[in-house]
């Protein structure tokens, strides 16, 4: 009985390869098309595919423009986004890297968890031929950043000078009397979260701000609420919290509300990285006091791009990565929080795909180069979103 | 006498199912997602994809057979992985060489230490394991807080040739071990009667304390290989690993009450199903979360077809 089995087993395996072959004819996967030099006008690029490992499931405003400035990138040449959902640690990024590549996507774009997965990624995607990108995050490792940057794989990326917000938050929170700092920052080996400890380090040390604790990691809601009632309970000296990153969802308001619940809102400077959808009913409250944000919609929206553009044949820099570093926006008041969450957290993207594809898409404008990039990113504030899309985007 | 043949043909093939349960599963995840996927589950670089998953599953399940052909449990696997790979990865910073000593050492010192939580104090398996788990667990993100790297040179150590070797020298030991050794029997018939297995001579202690450090140790594998993929060690390495290899054991056809119909081969061809059920879904574009609810499902599906309800004398 078990022969029979293996038997059938086997026969049924060997007719079953047969069903993908008229299927498979041209999935070799990362072929880019290659046009020739400069874009012809009235034609596109052939269909591609671009895949997206992200915390799909989280409901949080930022994560879900995230998404939104991240399709408007890859439909503004005509691509398919290809969303799986991942936990954003280094085994799930890698498995789903693995799988996106099984499907036959031609690019990859994802928030690498920490620097030493990238060779990893590399090799698969080399060996698949398929072109990859990175969002939020620089290599600090020299060898690996080395490594990857020589990879005729690896389309670029943006990232943001944290150490230098971390730095210039502190120093502003110092501006408005805080003597006594405890920090919220990502979890320790991720990239950003080093960079911005030392941002505050440094920031600490020229102030003489006592960094009296930092909490590393906090994902949930129920974490943050336990981690600041123990701030308040060992440090009554405490008059400033520093959120330099997390991942926890609504954040902000987990943190007013057990800073409320002990009478302490608008006693304690809050600060933030990354905007909150949260931010204008406390600024408006003088419970919070400064954020530094931004690049959370504008960095994966042009991190995508210069993916698609490798993509689809015409890189921004030829036979190198293009490495973008964007701006840190700064918000003080409810009025600049309430344009952010109309103009930023909305269904419109910060460059809606025609803006992409006029200005950002060497395909269909072939003077487009670095320099339009940067100056893409000198230009680009909550005001100039706020101006270009005021008839998009019902108030 | 027709109903006399009819009854006993109806016995035999459900007797039959429940034997080739794990064959008759693999041939029908197999061929339903190779057509849900258009033919792509069976391309040649899907199927290092596939192996990859089973890999990893694969070691878990077959250091769990021995637990299981026992009666017991094991809710820690993912917990020590997760651990061997933290220590493993700051025992790379001391010196490389150290780091697949360590990872194998600490599955095998967390696994003693189930074995004798288990089989010297009697703690039940189930809770007992689930208590070490967050007592791992907790230790692994309270030593990592965060992730630590390890150089990438250690990649050499991900290739498949490597995993494969691995993977058949380890398949070989353990499969003559389980099957053919006096241990393997003695697991077997602890696992039917532990009261009639000691009076029959076998130390049961120290048969359970052993079975619990085999799981230890694979486990350490597992955590030294998941470390050597991502270069990587963090405290989620090892997340929900142990319902995954639960998960592909039964899918392979092992009866939860363990015992002599326990055959070894539930856990290569549970582990080849379960990876390629994930591997499918996968490519089929369904979410994590959908994945999650399906597996729950077939979980159950698969307790309600092979629970032997006539030899469980307790329900664990």
Known sequence: MKKVLSLILAITLAVSTLAGCSNNAGTASGTSSAPTSSAVSGQNPKKFKIGFPWATSSTDPTFVSIVTNVKAAVESAGGELVLVESDLTADSLVNNVSDLISRGVDGIIFMPASDSMLPTVDRMCSDAGVYYSTMFRTISDTTIRNQIYSSKYFAGGCNEDDEKCAYNITKTLSSQGVKNLCVINIAKGDTSSDLRDSGVAKAVKETGIKLLNTTYGITVQTDMTKTIESYIAAYPEMDGILIAGTYCPAALPTIEKALSDHNLAGKIKVGRIDFDFTMGQYFANKSFNVAYGGQQQIDPLLSTVILVNSVIGTPIVKDKPFILVTNYLELTSKSEADNFLTYFLGDTPVYTSDEIKKNLIKFYNSNINEDTFKKTVDSFTVADVAARHKDLVKK | ?316
């Open chain 2, 1 to 316: 006498m027709v109903a006399q043949f009819i009854g006993k043909n109806k016995l035999n093939m459900k007797e039959t199912v429940r034997n080739y349960f794990s064959f008759i599963g693999l041939l029908i995840v197999t061929v339903v997602f190779e057509f849900l996927t258009e033919g792509n589950l069976l391309q040649p670089r899907n199927l290092m994809n596939i192996f990859n998953n089973f890999f990893s599953i694969g070691l878990g399940a077959m250091g769990v057979v021995f637990l299981m052909s026992l009666g017991e449990l094991d809710l820690s696997v993912g917990a020590i992985a997760g651990l061997s790979a933290a220590l493993a990865s700051y025992a790379g910073q001391i010196n490389l060489a150290l780091i697949l000593p360590v990872a194998i050492l600490t599955g095998l010192a967390i696994g003693l230490l189930n074995g004798v939580m288990i089989a010297r104090l009697r703690v039940e398996s189930f809770i007992g394991t689930l208590a070490m788990s967050f007592v791992v667990r907790g230790i692994t993100t309270w030593l990592l807080n965060g992730s630590v790297g390890i150089p990438v040179s250690m990649r050499v150590f991900d290739q498949n040739s490597v995993k494969i070797f691995v993977f058949v020298a380890l398949l070989v030991a353990l499969f003559l071990l389980f099957e053919f050794s006096a241990y393997g029997k003695q697991c077997r018939s602890v696992g039917a009667s532990a009261d009639a297995a000691r009076q029959s001579g076998v130390k049961v202690e120290k048969v359970r304390t052993m079975a619990f450090v085999i799981s230890g140790l694979m486990c350490g594998l597992v955590g030294f290989f998941s470390l050597v993929r991502t270069c990587t060690a963090s405290s989620k390495t090892g997340n929900a690993f142990e319902f995954d290899v639960l998960l592909a054991v039964l899918f392979g056809g092992m009866p939860l009450t363990g015992g002599w119909p326990v055959k070894f081969r539930a856990a290569i061809l549970g582990s080849i199903a379960m990876s390629v059920m994930k591997n499918g879904m996968s490519l089929m574009g369904i979410d994590g979360l959908t994945q999650q609810i399906v597996e729950g499902v077939i979980l159950i599906a698969i307790v309600v077809i092979a629970f032997d309800r006539k030899s469980a004398n307790v329900i664990k």
